[in-house]
């Protein structure tokens, strides 16, 4: 079992950063882990994907946040890094961590971040 808890969500003005952390507790075995993703849901939308990062390292995001945000990750620590910056009002939402091993997927409890002036 993995427990995952996000963190560093909050109020931010436009053109702001942020970093959102997402620290995993549990047993992750070495060669199981397939990637990291973070998410993000606005009050009636779906889901959406905004980045990942694969075991091997290779990073990829959403057109919206290209160029904006980074995805990074700490092994040692078992932490997930979201660094956000020239921040939009259209990023705000609910964001959410997932890690995808080969025995299942687990999230986060999400953590708030709202772009407001």
């Known amino acids: 079992q993995v427990r995952l808890v996000e963190s560093g969500g909050g109020l931010v003005q436009p053109g702001g950063s942020l970093r959102l952390s997402c620290t995993a507790s549990g047993t992750i075995f070495s060669g199981s882990l397939v990637g990291w993703y973070w998410y993000r849901q606005a009050p009636g939308n779906q889901r959406d994907l905004v980045a990942l990062?694969?075991?091997?390292?290779?990073?990829n995001y959403a057109d919206s946040v290209k160029g904006r945000f980074t995805i990074s990750r700490d092994n040692a620590k078992n932490t997930l890094y979201l660094h956000m910056n020239s921040m939009k009002p259209e990023d705000t939402a609910m964001y959410y961590c997932?890690?995808?091993?080969?025995?299942?997927?687990?999230w986060g409890q999400g953590t708030q971040v709202t772009v407001s002036s």
């Open positions: 997932n890690i995808q091993l080969r025995g299942g997927s687990y």
């Open positions: 990062i694969t075991s091997a390292g290779v990073t």
